[in-house]
């Protein structure tokens, strides 16, 4: 079992950025699938961005070009840079490993990310 510990989320005015942190601890077998989702009240759950443990990194449509993830094996820490935030990037953001063919995994919990107008 990995927990996960999410943290940097806040409030800022369209146009801002902020960086999120996931910090994992506990081995993560095989391949695996780190994941951010965000999820906003009346919505369903989104995947924003998605690192594979082959390296290759997606991102949603709608983030690409002003979310970055990126990754520190050091520290066991994933990264997500959101820049030029907008409103609708607002949401509670999780951080989950999961098996990429089975999506079954482990989340951390969330942290709120509010982008004013």
């Known amino acids: 079992q990995v927990r996960l510990v999410v943290s940097g989320g806040g409030s800022v005015q369209a146009g801002g950025s902020l960086r999120l942190s996931c910090v994992a601890s506990?081995?993560?077998?095989?391949?695996?699938?780190m994941v951010w989702f965000r999820q906003a009240p009346g919505k369903e759950r989104e995947g924003v961005a998605r690192?594979?443990?082959?390296?290759?990194?997606t991102y949603a449509d709608s983030v690409k070009g002003r979310f970055t993830n990126s990754q520190d094996n050091r520290k066991n820490a994933l990264y997500l840079q959101m820049n030029r935030l907008r409103p609708e990037d607002t949401g509670m953001y999780y951080c989950?490993?999961?098996?990429?063919?089975?999506?079954?995994?482990?989340w951390g919990q969330g942290t709120q990310v509010t982008v004013s107008s």
């Open positions: 989950a490993a999961l098996d990429c063919a089975s999506g079954q995994g482990d």
């Open positions: 506990g081995y993560i077998y095989g391949s695996y699938c």
């Open positions: 690192f594979v443990s082959d390296g290759s990194i």
